[in-house]
């Protein structure tokens, strides 16, 4: 049986994050496309998405960082964006008020964005990162965790890239639960960790 660990982006080396976003959209994104303010592919280029990358880690650093990286018998495999809200100009930006739910409740964290290198898919990695950003989220002193999921129709295939920002039954199984429906297949989950906000 393969054993998963994981840790804090800025405890990982930069090799490890490198050979999590080496492949598909997460090569291009960066985990980007909720952190610059206009439109992603317009308005940065991909050198400056490769060096946002490594600068909101903080490999080597004692912090803060974006994210944890997973790993699969010491084999970096995965990685799950987990930071305070604020931290995302997009979510505010954006005229959809279930981004912007609560917004002057503090300790908000949002997760945002999951990647699981090829090789390493369809044997439950995303349902372990998810787990982790709740031991993470107690870590670092979050009140709420807040991820914003796809239900994917029963009997569609959901690709790789559309499924980035994290399934459903993904996020329920690490103890989120449903706080709103805004469109058909999108949902807002919440984990409340502390003190109610």
Same mark, same amino acid.
């Given at each position: 049986?393969?054993?998963?660990?994981?840790?804090?982006?800025?405890?990982?080396?930069?090799?490890?994050?490198?050979?999590?976003?080496?492949? +598909?959209?997460?090569?291009?994104?960066?985990?980007?496309?909720?952190?610059?303010?206009?439109?992603?592919?317009?308005?940065?280029?991909?050198?400056?998405?490769?060096?946002?990358?490594?600068?909101?880690?903080?490999?080597? #650093?004692?912090?803060?960082? @974006? +994210?944890?990286?997973?790993?699969?018998?010491?084999?970096?495999?995965?990685?799950?964006?987990?930071?305070?809200?604020?931290?995302?100009?997009?979510?505010?930006?954006?005229?959809?008020?279930?981004?912007?739910?609560?917004?002057?409740?503090? +300790?908000?964290?949002?997760? #945002?964005?999951?990647?699981?290198?090829?090789?390493? =898919? =369809?044997?439950?990695?995303?349902?372990?990162?998810?787990?982790?950003?709740?031991?993470?989220?107690?870590?670092?002193?979050?009140?709420?965790?807040?991820?914003?999921?796809?239900?994917?129709?029963?009997?569609?295939?959901?690709?790789?890239?559309?499924? @980035?920002?994290?399934?459903?039954?993904?996020?329920?199984?690490? +103890?989120?639960?449903?706080?709103? @429906?805004? #469109?058909? =297949?999108?949902?807002?989950?919440?984990?409340?960790?502390?003190?109610? @906000?």
């Amino acid at each position: 049986m393969p054993e998963f660990s994981w840790r804090p982006a800025n405890e990982a080396t930069t090799a490890d994050v490198e050979a999590v976003f080496d492949a +598909g959209g997460a090569r291009k994104c960066r985990c980007q496309a909720l952190k610059v303010p206009g439109w992603i592919w317009r308005d940065t280029t991909q050198d400056e998405r490769d060096a946002a990358l490594v600068e909101q880690t903080g490999c080597g #650093t004692s912090g803060p960082t @974006s +994210g944890l990286i997973g790993y699969v018998d010491g084999e970096p495999a995965g990685w799950v964006a987990v930071e305070p809200r604020e931290n995302y100009p997009r979510i505010w930006a954006r005229q959809k008020p279930w981004m912007r739910q609560d917004p002057e409740a503090e +300790g908000v964290w949002s997760v #945002t964005c999951f990647v699981v290198r090829k090789g390493f =898919r =369809r044997q439950g990695l995303m349902y372990e990162l998810a787990a982790a950003t709740v031991e993470y989220g107690r870590q670092v002193g979050a009140r709420v965790l807040e991820g914003y999921p796809t239900e994917p129709t029963p009997g569609k295939t959901v690709i790789w890239d559309e499924a @980035s920002v994290g399934l459903l039954q993904v996020f329920l199984d690490a +103890g989120y639960e449903v706080e709103a @429906s805004p #469109t058909l =297949r999108r949902r807002v989950v919440r984990h409340r960790l502390g003190a109610s @906000s």
